[in-house]
C-alpha cells in the first residue's frame, strides 16, 4: 500500500513540475512572438511589466473550457504560491503519517478548486442561458433599423445584461479590429463549448455564407432558446426531490461517521493505527467518491 502510493506521490509531483515547466515556456515564446510581431510593425520594444507578468497561464485543452465558462484566470504567480504551500504541507504530512497522507494533501486542493471551478461555471452559464434570448432579440432589433451585423452585435452590449457583456467582451473587441462576425462568434464558441452559444455562432455563419435574412434567423433561434429554458426548468422541478434524495443519501455515511466519533473517540483508531484499517478506509472513501460520481451522472439531464 505504502509504495503504490509512493508511486503515484512521485508520478503526481513529476507531472505537475512538467506542467508547470511547459506553461511557463508558453507563455515566454508567447511574449517573444508579440514582441517581434510589435518591432517588425515598427514599434517600440516592449518592456515587460506587471501587466504582462500577469498573463494568464495556458491551461490543458481538457481544464480551458472549465475554466472559460467560470470566467476565472490562473496566473503563473498565484499558481506557483498555492503550488508550493501545497508541496509542503505534503511533505509535512509524509514525514508525519506517511505517503497515503500525503498523496491526499496534493489532491485534496486540486479537487476542491476542480469542484469550485464547475460550481462558478454552471452558475455563470445557466445566467447567460436566461439573458442570451433577450440579446439576441436586440441584435435583431439593431439590425432591422440598419445597422449591419457587426455592428448589431457590438452596439447591443451596451444595453445587454452584465453576464452577456462580460462573455461577449471578447468578441466586441475583434469586431473593432475588424474581424469578421462570425468568425468572432465561432471563436466564443470554440473557447467556452457552450451549445447555446454553438447555436449562435452557426446560424450567423450559415446566414453570411448562403444569404437570407438575418432577421429571421435570430427571431427563430431566439424562440428556440427560450423553449429550452423553459424545459430545462420543468426538468429542474421534476427531479428537485430526487436530488434531495441523493444528497441525503451522500452526506449520511459522513454525518453516521461524525456521530459515532462523538460517542466513541477511539473508534477511529483501527482505521488509523493499523495497515488493515487504514486499507479497509480507502476502499470505503473510493467507494463512497463512486457512489458520488454515479449518482451525480444519474442525476445529469441534457437534451
Known sequence: ??????????????????WWMIALHRQELTRLDDRLARQSAGGAPVRRTAAAAATPMLMPAFLAPLLARAQIELTARPVGLVAGVNLLAAVAA??????????????????LGLLYARARARRRVDALIEALPHYIDAVRQMNMVGNSLAQALERSLADAPPIVRSYMAPVARRLELGAPAGEAIQMLADRLG???????????RTNLRYGGSINTVLSNLSGILRARIRVKRELDAATAQAR?????????????????????????????????GRRLAVI????????????????????
Open 244 to 276: 434531495v434524495s441523493a444528497r441525503v443519501l451522500i452526506a449520511m455515511p459522513v454525518v453516521a461517521l461524525g456521530l459515532m466519533v462523538l460517542m466513541n473517540p477511539a473508534y477511529l483508531d483501527f482505521f488509523t493505527g493499523d495497515h488493515r
Open 284 to 303: 470505503a472513501v473510493g467507494f463512497q467518491g463512486l457512489g458520488i460520481v454515479a449518482m451525480n451522472r444519474m442525476m445529469r439531464l441534457s437534451f
Open 1 to 18: 500500500m505504502n509504495g503504490l502510493a509512493f508511486i503515484l506521490l512521485a508520478l503526481l509531483i513529476l507531472s505537475a513540475i512538467a
Open 194 to 204: 457552450i451549445a447555446e452559444i454553438s447555436m449562435l455562432a452557426a446560424a450567423i
Open 94 to 111: 509524509l514525514l508525519a503519517a506517511g505517503p497515503a497522507a500525503a498523496l491526499g494533501v496534493l489532491l485534496l486542493p486540486a479537487l
